[in-house]
């Protein structure tokens, strides 16, 4: 399935293809491209180390050989994002009521084979529902890019080609015992495929046969779709006792330092913080741990959530995503609305993410990787520049954070402080 960049401030992004510096020709059997690289060298080393990872030599060879450099795989594999989805920008595209309400009809139509694999897997019917919707809008977009081609061509491109070689090897193993013929097996840009996007070695380990019809069809038969999406989500840890989280609020006072998802605790202590339910309601007293997480900063909505928040994650490493599929199953199974808290934020984009750690570590905050990944050591570097500041320590860089990060200088620090008042009721 597709994996992501994973940061708080990952968002989606929109692909504006820019022209690939790359000109890779596709022709079959050509020895030497025009970058000189000698791609028929490249097959034959494939060849040699998929048979050293348990490819059988003919499937190795029929498959590799014939293999394409995709240049439009080559274009999307180096293109940079540059526009970005703030939070309540990203929920508010993907929860729409047109895909609400599809997702509630599809969830009836499914029923009962939903209730059968629920059974089964112990994975709620509304969450395969949620994931078949964010992953492909229910199937409507599952790719079609040729997945030998697509694979091939980022192992030539150099990118991450260990990775990809071992999706292109787990992919020729599937192609043997997977029952369905590999023109049909088609994928996104990047590798993933079928109905809910399973990369091949996911498909490799997870994939069923549910309608006995001796393929593994991820593609064209939902039942085998389905069951995959749901034997996969209960190999990885999902609980059948617990819902993901839930959206809340909390008191003026509240210590926003405490609010990341690495900070669990058991409900009772949140509970004596002041923490409510969406609906003002004091969370139960319970043991259940939770984490605290703001998407769009301590101005933005908040959530608490549990350990199926951080499987939907293992399924999709984005804070986003994660948030839009628990909020799209809730909406499948209630006959209520959302509407995400739009606050004054922007989007950031990697360069800008870059720009923030190269100043955090001017400023003396640690010797943090400037590699955009909006991570751990970088929020917590601005949590220690908030606290000066006498700013809410949530770690989100607003824009009142960065104007005053700008304005650092040795002699004078930062801007003066403004101190946290209590809001006028």
Known sequence: ???????????????FVTPCSVNANSIIGRVIDSEGNNINALKKELIEEAQKESVKKELAEKYISSANINKKVLELSNHQPELTKTYAQYMNMMLTKDRINKARDLYHKHYKLLKKLQKEYEVQPQYIIAFWGMETNFGSYQGNFDVVDALFSLIYANKRPEFFKRELFSLLKAIEKSGVEEKNMKSSWAGAMGNFQFMPSTYLRYAVDYDKDGKKDIWNSFPDA??????YLSSIGWDKEEIWGRQITVPWDFDFSEADISVKKPLSYWRKKGVMDSKGKLLPNLEMKGAIILPEGHRGDKYIVYSNYK??????????YSLAVGNLADLIVSRTS??????QEKGFSKEIVKDIQSKLNQVGLGTMEVDGVYGGSTRDAVRKIQKELLLPQDGYPSAKFVERLDKYTAEKGYYPPLPRKKPKK
């Open 1 to 15: 399935m597709n994996k992501y960049f994973a940061s708080f401030l990952l968002v989606v992004t929109f692909l």
């Open 226 to 231: 389905a069951a995959s999406a749901a034997n």
């Open 311 to 320: 499987v939907i994650m293992s399924w999709n490493y984005s804070i986003l």
């Open 338 to 343: 959302v509407k995400a808290k739009k606050t």
